[in-house]
């Protein structure tokens, strides 16, 4: 049965840092594209990184480039977000997500290609 677990949200100031941390199970994450996405309350779920192909460099939507770092501990994970620099505009529940890569071994761009995700954890930024 697959399974992700996020962990590490918190409720922080303006300027603080969270590390968010996925662990998996009941597949082989060396396997899936990953993925952290996020979505604030009465708002649509958003992209924040994913890899762009599996093993390869990590997508960052515009607002968290230079702030938030992607990243595994191996291919068996977990999966690690690294935020720092944290703004009120971060304030929302983020979920780990994992789906197999495309064809050609590209990552799914966006939240509908995902086929797992976690229960989410939340992330709260005052200022």
């Known amino acids: 049965q697959v399974q992700l677990v996020e962990s590490g949200g918190d409720s922080v100031q303006a300027g603080g840092s969270l590390r968010l941390s996925c662990l998996a199970s009941g597949f082989n994450l060396g396997s899936y594209c990953m993925g952290w996405f996020r979505q604030p309350l009465g708002k649509e779920r958003e992209v924040v990184a994913r890899?762009?192909?599996?093993?390869?460099?990590?997508y960052y939507v515009d607002s968290v480039k230079g702030r938030f770092t992607l990243s595994r501990d191996s291919a068996k994970g977990p999966l690690y977000l690294q935020m720092n620099s944290l703004k009120p505009e971060d304030t929302a529940m983020y979920y780990c997500?994992?789906?197999?890569?495309?064809?050609?071994?590209?990552?799914?761009?966006?939240?509908?290609?995902?086929?797992?995700w976690g229960q989410g954890t939340q992330v709260t930024v005052s200022s």
């Open positions: 890899e762009s192909i599996l093993g390869g460099s990590p």
């Open positions: 997500a994992a789906s197999l890569p495309r064809y050609n071994g590209y990552c799914p761009p966006l939240s509908d290609g995902y086929d797992h």
